[in-house]
């Protein structure tokens, strides 16, 4: 299995950022999969997930801000984070299914 996450990059306080993740070597359409996020020196969080029926889950933190989305023909999901924060900085890893984690894209804010 490999997940290739992309699409991080530096960006000022309320722009703009489009995560992918792409899944290769696994049935991507019959999983779970989310997003999490692991800011500098603290542990990784849920940010966003996604069943694979469709039902959609956000942090509190991220809620209004960030859309999940899944293209299962692509094997794919998606991330669109907008009006960043200083505080969405950190690595993002894509998760698909129980314990397939990508190796996590690197997302900086600054104010």
């Known amino acids: 299995v490999q997940l290739q996450a992309s699409g991080g990059g530096l960006v000022q306080a309320g722009e703009s950022l489009r995560l992918t993740c792409k899944a290769i070597?696994?049935?991507?359409?019959?999983?779970?999969v989310g997003w999490y996020h692991q800011a500098p020196g603290k542990e990784r969080e849920s940010v966003a997930t996604i069943t694979s029926g469709g039902t959609i889950n956000y942090a509190d933190s991220v809620k209004d801000r960030f859309t999940i989305s899944r293209d299962n023909a692509r094997r794919t999901v998606y991330l669109q984070m907008n009006s960043l924060k200083p505080e969405d900085t950190g690595l993002y890893y894509c998760?698909?299914?129980?314990?397939?984690w990508g190796r996590g894209t690197q997302v900086t804010v600054s104010s």
């Open positions: 998760e698909v299914g129980p314990n397939n």
């Open positions: 070597g696994i049935n991507f359409k019959i999983y779970d």
